[in-house]
Structures are given as C-alpha cells and as structure tokens.
C-alpha cells in the first residue's frame, strides 16, 4: 500500500503528461487540417474552371496575366518588411497591434514610391519581357501590393490568435470571387487583361474579409507613432536578414517569366504560367497553409524547451511518402492528357508540367517546413540558399537561351531547383537531430 501511495503522483503526473501531448497534437492536426480544408476548396476552384479559362483566354493572355503576377509577386514580399513574420512573437497584444500598424504603414509607402519606377521606366521593361501591353497594367500594381499587405499582415495576426477558420474561409471567398470574375469576363466581355482585374478584384475582397473579423477599430487604440518605431526597431533583424533572403527567394521564382520572355516569346510564357497556374501556386499556398500552424507550434515548442526533431522528421517521411503515387501518376501520364483536358493549344504544356513535377513535390516538402529558420534565427543560412538558388536558376535559363532551346532551361531549372531544395531538407534534419 505504502508503495503505491508513493508511485500515485508520480503514475497520474505521467498520465497528465500523456494527455497534454495528446491533445497538442491533436490541436496542431486540427489547425492544419482546418486551414486545408479551405485551401483545398480555393484551389480547387480555379484547378476545375482552367479548363473552361484556357478557352476563353489564349496563352499570350496567360502569359500577359503570368508577367504581371511575377511584378506584384517580387514586391509583394517585401510589402510589410517581413515584419509580418514577427507577428507571433510578442507577447504583449498592444505591442503586436503595433507591429500591426507598422507593417502596413510600410506596405503603403512601398505602394506610393512604386509610382515612380513604373512612371519612368514602366513602357520599355514591357516591351523587353515580350508584352507592350502590360505597361497599362502596371499601374494597378501598387493597388495589388498594399492590398497584399494588408493580406499578409491580417494572416499573421489571425495566426496569433488562432483564428485558423477566419484563413480557410477567406482564401475560399477570395478564390470563388476570382474564379467568378474570370468566368464572367472571359464569356461577356472579354479582354487580354481580364484575368489581371479578377485577380485584384479577389484580393480586395479578401483583405477587407480580413480587417472586419480583425475587429480592428477596438484596438487601433494602443497604436502610436512612437511604439511603432520602438517595436519595428526591437524587430529589425527580420527586414534586414528575413528581407534580402525572401527577395532573392521570390526573384528565383519569378525571374524566370521574365527571362522566358526576353529570350523566347509570349506562348512559351504562357505555358510556363498555366503550370505555375496549375500546380506551383496551389501548392506553395498549401505549404504556407501548412507552414503557418508549423510556425506556430514550432516557436511554442522551441519556447516550451521542446525538441523539433521528431515533427520534422516525421511530418518530412509522411509528406513525401503522400506525394510518392501523385508524382508518379504526373510524370506517367500528365504530359498525354493535358492536351485534352485544356485544348490542343496547349498540349506543349504538359511536357513542362512532368518536367518540374519532381522539383514541385521537393520544394513543396521542405518549404512547409522552412520555417524553422525564422524560429531559430538561421537567417544566414536562408540568405545563402535563396543567393545560390538564384544564381543557379539565373544560369539554367541564360544556358538554354545560349542554345535557343527553352526546354534545355527548364530542365536545367528542375534539377537545380530539386537539388538546392533537397540539400536545405538535409541541412534542417542534420541541426534538429543535433540539437535533441
């Protein structure tokens, strides 16, 4: 008796420590599987109307669409100072308004100086990438990257609270919006830009989704100038690390529209964009659906003293293992019935498409996770990667224009990009493991 009067509270104690992993993991399954449940359905959205899209637009206006994305994309990045990411680290929710504030006042002054480039040198970079008409456009994109701001700023506070069903349904409103607006355009009133103006359209719709369940008004009352120097000073490793390494890491994805254009033409845009369209848009939104409640519960772990090996580990193994068959059946039968599916016009496309199936999957695996250098402030290390990537990227495609033969630069692409993915994967299991 007196032997299990002592082992009782050290038996319940193991009990209660069970249970609490328990129900942690069963909360970070939760969040995941609620912000996928609704990026699954906005990507589904689009992924089901491209077939009718790519009737109505031709690939001139997917490329057209393509390039324009690609210039909101390198500055939509940069459009809070990546203070966005910081977010979740304070603890006080009057210093985090704060932050709040300050991200987007950063957002609206990058939006108003963006004038001035597209002002003066807007018409000729137009007519260098391949498409004069773009230069029109360009005018909406400091619309586009404060609304981006506000987006991405709204993404992370939501996270902080936890408010993971607030995400799911706004990236479904802004996906069925989008997806409406292309319809309605490409059937009655068609024009070249038609898909640009949908895209805005749902990113405005989305942001103010976003400020309303903020209930921002009741708390804009802690915000002041000065504590928004003092918080976006006590955070300034993230704009001056996080900054330069993201932006080499978005000009590595969006340089190659770009450069496709220059060298080749508007079609071989097109289809370069239709599979971005397709597949490295829907699952890079999947991987920072996933990265967010990743982030989250990694800074708490970390916090917490925890170990991050074996989430990294196990969620690697189980995410790749999940891609094995779709990969295979991509790179199988993708490129036959892609012509099919989206019109003869665009059966070459296909062929792009089981070109970077491989390197999609690799980068879809480790960018869910590549978080965890923010948490532990290896933010060296994401500027060396994003630095080599690009360089790497940047010499595939001058190689193959050397040749006159893109499909030489996007294989060269894939490899490059599969392996420089693969050795990051590696580097992160290498530092958790040691670190146990």
């Avoid at 324009?68 to 994309?73: D, T």
């Avoid at 490295?280 to 519960?297: E, F, M, N, R, W």
């Avoid at 790749?320 to 003869?344: D, E, K, R, T, Y």
């Amino acid at each position: 008796m007196i032997i299990s009067a002592g082992n009782e509270p050290y038996a319940m104690a193991k009990k209660e420590s069970k249970f609490n992993k328990l129900i942690n993991r069963y909360d970070f399954l939760k969040n995941v599987m609620v912000l996928l449940s609704g990026s699954s359905i906005a990507l589904l959205i689009p992924f089901l109307i491209t077939p009718i899209l790519t009737r109505f637009f031709t690939p001139e206006n997917f490329g057209l669409w393509g390039t324009y994305s690609a210039v909101v994309g390198i500055f939509a990045v940069i459009a809070c100072g990546r203070y966005e990411l910081a977010l979740l680290l304070p603890k006080e929710e009057k210093k985090a308004m704060n932050m709040y504030a300050g991200a987007l006042l950063i957002s609206l002054l990058l939006s108003i100086f963006l004038l001035i480039p597209i002002y003066f040198f807007g018409k000729s970079f137009s007519e260098k990438v391949g498409f004069p008409d773009l230069s029109n456009w360009l005018y909406i994109v400091p619309i586009a990257l404060f609304t981006n701001g506000i987006i991405q700023a709204s993404n992370y506070w939501h996270n902080r609270n936890k408010k993971f069903n607030v995400l799911s349904v706004g990236r479904i409103i802004q996906s069925s919006s989008t997806a409406s607006s292309n319809l309605a355009i490409g059937k009655f009133t068609y024009f070249p830009g038609g898909l640009i103006v949908s895209t805005v359209l749902g990113q405005i719709l989305l942001s103010i989704f976003y400020v309303v369940r903020m209930r921002i008004f009741s708390l804009w009352r802690y915000v002041s100038m000065a504590e928004i120097k003092s918080v976006l000073k006590e955070y300034r490793e993230f704009p001056v690390k996080s900054g330069a390494g993201i932006f080499l890491n978005i000009l590595k994805e969006q340089i190659p529209i770009f450069l496709l254009g220059y060298y080749f033409d508007a079609v071989v845009v097109g289809f370069y964009t239709l599979i971005i369209r397709l597949f490295g848009v829907p699952l890079t939104l999947l991987a920072g659906s996933i990265g967010q409640v990743y982030y989250q519960k990694a800074v708490e772990m970390n916090n917490a003293g925890k170990s991050l090996f074996r989430m990294y580990s196990k969620t690697t193994l189980r995410m790749l293992a999940f891609l094995a068959l779709p990969v295979a059946a991509v790179m199988i039968w993708g490129g036959s019935i892609f012509g099919f599916v989206f019109g003869q016009e665009w059966a070459e496309a296909g062929q792009i498409l089981v070109i970077f199936t491989i390197y999609y999957a690799i980068r879809f695996v480790i960018s869910s996770q590549s978080s965890l250098l923010l948490v532990f402030k290896k933010l060296g290390i994401e500027l060396a990667f994003n630095s080599i990537a690009l360089v790497l990227q940047l010499g595939s495609l001058i190689i193959g224009a050397l040749q006159n033969d893109y499909y030489l630069s996007l294989y060269l692409m894939s490899i490059t990009g599969s392996v420089i993915y693969a050795m990051l994967g590696i580097y992160l299991w290498v530092y958790l493991k040691t670190r146990k």
